[in-house]
């Protein structure tokens, strides 16, 4: 089913920050979006002060502004609106979800979950890339199970505390 995209008003002064002085409109098309390569999600929605609600309303199919490149994976964390997760609507890999240099809660807002990094290649050598703590691994769901499966010396690598010890806290 094709979502349709609607036409969304413009205050006089994000409709010259928008459209610029010379051809300044009261409104914002997808096309105009389109035409316009700087007229990207993060311009849109930081610059001209339009709420992820407003863009939402203005074009609410995700994959058409991949398609347009006009959102890239840091947006993911401004856009709850379409539920964008970077994984499977960025096809962003382990080495970009590294790049980000997020917290384990902003993963965990955005949806990305330890099966998800599993998937995306994480191994317990990378893991320490991410810089994360046992608690923050845990929040995104590292399980006794897993843990168990980690050498004793790659654990003691990771979170700076004896094996037994990491195990005891994980579920």
Known sequence: MKRTTSKIPL???QAVTAHGWMRARTCLSWGDVLADEHMTFRFLNETCRLPEQTLFTLQPDLQAWVRAGRVTVEDAPSMTMWAAHPIKDFRADLADLIRLEWTPDAFRRVGVTFADLLEAGLTPETMGLFGFTLHGWATLGLTRAYAEQIPMHTIYRL?????????????
Do not use: C, E, K, W
């Open 11 to 13: 205050t006089p002064g």
């Open 159 to 171: 979170f700076r505390i004896p094996r037994q010890d990491v195990l005891a806290s994980l579920r």
